[in-house]
């Protein structure tokens, strides 16, 4: 203890020059513990801001303008109803658009999230199917009707003073798509969707996408109609030189079970010249690898490949479109056919997929049922033309 400390504490008078140094000696001390105190903080505060930053530096956080996606809500609650079936996020949602509104259905099914949607939609646009080159509609109802007028209106030359006839009666024909339900049902192990890192929505838009392709694909060729789209060969073809309405005019190759160079020339005019500038080729590969041999009489190939990996081949300068549903090359067998398929051939659809999920039918496994409401048929009958291999 100092002298001064000593007097302090004893009562005794201290000199101003003893005071003062007492005062800067306590105020030193405090401000040393101050300094520690704050030192101690400062350590703990660049702690956390260690630890918030290590987790927050993953890869799959999204930057922060990732918060203003409109979708994330939706594909949120889509996810967790597919792998473990809550389905309190899809309740709760809002949509405006209807299509795509994940309200409960009267037949307890959701709508599926919209980005799913649209890879089964890419999906289903870009395979070798007709739906590539037909006409596509949306509609809301159970059919779809298409008006035709197949008839001409009569004109003629006037003067100033002669007098102008009543032009003919328009022939109107109303050709109706009723739509079809389309299904699919892809499974999955319980373990598999409860592992966070499967992409669950990208393995089932393919699952779903492929079996509809396939299954359209193969309708809109050959389907009866029947609880399906009726395809374009399951109409009745007649020889185009007697064609009429309601048919599809077939040219014979003149040869049987084979084509000829002129019996290709013979089928791209017998179709109207209305309907040929968007006129497309389609047959399946045996058929194609058969046609790109024939030459004409310069001994040049009919048949040209793309000058783009995009691009399709071409046959007389028209598109080619392989679709493996065509008829393969046989007697009397109507293996092409060109036309106009955008005006020819109508696919109607309603815009949403529904799927339901069933996690007890195949246990341990999980079936999503996924269900798509479509229908197509031709809808003119003057904008197709077949191609037979067949003497008449």
Same mark, same amino acid.
């Given at each position: 203890?100092?002298?001064?400390?000593?007097?302090?504490?004893?009562?005794?008078?201290?000199?101003?020059?003893?005071?003062?140094?007492?005062?800067?000696?306590?105020?030193?001390?405090?401000?040393?513990?101050?300094?520690?105190?704050?030192?101690?903080?400062?350590?703990?505060?660049?702690?956390?801001?260690?630890?918030?930053?290590?987790?927050?530096?993953?890869?799959?956080?999204?930057? &922060? @303008?990732?918060?203003?996606?409109?979708?994330?809500?939706?594909?949120? %609650?889509?996810?967790?109803?597919?792998?473990? $079936?809550? +389905?309190?996020?899809?309740?709760?949602?809002?949509?405006?658009?209807?299509?795509?509104?994940?309200?409960?259905?009267?037949?307890?099914?959701?709508?599926?999230?919209?980005?799913?949607?649209?890879?089964?939609?890419?999906?289903?646009?870009?395979?070798?199917?007709?739906?590539?080159?037909?006409?596509?509609?949306?509609?809301?109802?159970?059919?779809?009707?298409?008006?035709?007028?197949?008839?001409?209106?009569?004109?003629?030359?006037?003067?100033?003073?002669?007098?102008?006839?009543?032009?003919?009666?328009?022939?109107?024909?109303?050709?109706?798509?009723?739509?079809?339900?389309?299904?699919?049902?892809?499974?999955?192990?319980?373990?598999?969707?409860?592992?966070?890192?499967?992409?669950?929505?990208?393995? &089932? @838009?393919?699952?779903?996408?492929?079996?509809?392709?396939?299954?359209? %694909?193969?309708?809109?060729?050959?389907?009866? $109609?029947? +609880?399906?789209?009726?395809?374009?060969?399951?109409?009745?073809?007649?020889?185009?030189?007697?064609?009429?309405?309601?048919?599809?005019?077939?040219?014979?190759?003149?040869?049987?079970?084979?084509?000829?160079?002129?019996?290709?020339?013979?089928?791209?005019?017998?179709?109207?010249?209305?309907?040929?500038?968007?006129?497309?080729?389609?047959?399946?590969?045996?058929?194609?690898?058969?046609?790109?041999?024939?030459?004409?009489?310069?001994?040049?190939?009919?048949?040209?490949?793309?000058?783009?990996?995009?691009?399709?081949?071409?046959?007389?300068?028209?598109?080619?479109?392989?679709?493996?549903?065509?008829?393969?090359?046989?007697?009397?067998?109507?293996?092409?056919?060109?036309?106009?398929?955008?005006?020819?051939?109508?696919?109607?659809?309603?815009?949403?997929?529904?799927?339901?999920?069933?996690?007890?039918?195949?246990?341990?496994?999980?079936?999503?049922?996924?269900?798509?409401?479509?229908?197509?048929?031709?809808?003119?009958?003057?904008?197709?033309?077949?191609?037979?291999?067949?003497?008449?």
């Amino acid at each position: 203890m100092s002298k001064t400390e000593a007097k302090a504490r004893s009562g005794e008078d201290l000199s101003p020059a003893e005071e003062v140094k007492r005062a800067v000696t306590g105020f030193v001390r405090d401000f040393k513990t101050f300094q520690d105190e704050f030192d101690i903080k400062l350590q703990q505060t660049e702690e956390r801001l260690i630890m918030l930053d290590r987790k927050t530096q993953t890869p799959a956080r999204m930057p &922060l @303008a990732g918060a203003t996606d409109v979708g994330a809500p939706h594909q949120k %609650a889509f996810n967790a109803y597919l792998r473990s $079936g809550d +389905d309190d996020g899809l309740r709760g949602l809002e949509v405006e658009v209807k299509s795509l509104s994940t309200a409960v259905n009267s037949d307890g099914g959701y709508l599926v999230d919209p980005q799913t949607a649209d890879r089964v939609k890419s999906v289903l646009n870009s395979t070798a199917s007709i739906r590539s080159i037909a006409s596509v509609v949306n509609v809301e109802a159970t059919s779809y009707d298409v008006l035709v007028d197949h008839s001409d209106v009569s004109t003629g030359w006037a003067t100033e003073s002669s007098t102008i006839g009543e032009s003919d009666t328009p022939q109107i024909d109303r050709i109706t798509v009723p739509l079809h339900e389309l299904s699919a049902l892809p499974k999955a192990s319980q373990r598999l969707l409860d592992d966070s890192a499967f992409d669950i929505e990208g393995w &089932l @838009a393919s699952r779903i996408a492929d079996k509809f392709a396939r299954a359209e %694909a193969s309708a809109f060729v050959g389907g009866d $109609g029947i +609880d399906k789209p009726k395809g374009f060969l399951t109409h009745t073809s007649v020889d185009n030189d007697v064609w009429v309405w309601g048919n599809l005019g077939y040219v014979p190759s003149g040869v049987d079970g084979d084509v000829t160079p002129e019996a290709i020339i013979d089928t791209v005019y017998a179709l109207g010249a209305q309907y040929r500038a968007n006129a497309t080729f389609v047959m399946n590969s045996k058929t194609a690898g058969l046609v790109r041999k024939l030459k004409d009489n310069d001994g040049r190939f009919l048949w040209s490949d793309g000058l783009a990996a995009a691009e399709p081949a071409r046959l007389m300068g028209y598109p080619v479109l392989i679709a493996e549903d065509m008829p393969d090359v046989a007697s009397n067998a109507t293996a092409i056919a060109f036309g106009d398929f955008a005006a020819g051939y109508t696919v109607a659809e309603r815009p949403d997929l529904r799927i339901l999920r069933d996690p007890f039918s195949a246990k341990p496994h999980v079936l999503f049922y996924a269900t798509k409401r479509v229908g197509g048929d031709v809808s003119d009958f003057a904008a197709i033309k077949l191609l037979k291999f067949g003497l008449s």
